[in-house]
């Protein structure tokens, strides 16, 4: 599995979290909401730190990151996030491997 991240979404999460170098960011499923492969489940995100590595990516000595924990979420599917202009948010897409 893949983790992707756009500038512009990385640029986001920079802005809106306040991250620094060295910080890391934790994609994880979570009970309520919807994905366009998830009904009743959405995407959570926290600061955290990895201890049992699926994914990272790094991205101006930030980690994005999913635990292993929480493949049942991610199985069979590529994550990328994304900057929406229209919503100014974040947007996640789950692609088909």
Not at 3 to 11: G, L, P, Q, W, Y
Not at 66 to 78: A, L, V
């Amino acid at each position: 599995m893949q983790i992707t991240i756009s500038d512009k979404a990385n640029r986001w999460f920079i802005e809106e979290m306040d991250l620094e170098p060295g910080d890391a960011v934790r994609f994880l499923g979570k009970l309520y909401g919807k994905t366009d492969v998830h009904d009743n489940f959405s995407v959570g995100m926290r600061i955290d730190d990895p201890r049992d590595v699926l994914a990272e990516k790094q991205i101006d000595g930030i980690t994005y990151f999913i635990e292993k924990n929480d493949e049942w979420f991610f199985s069979g599917y590529n994550f990328e996030v994304q900057y929406d202009e229209e919503t100014m948010d974040i947007k996640y897409n789950f692609i088909k491997r």
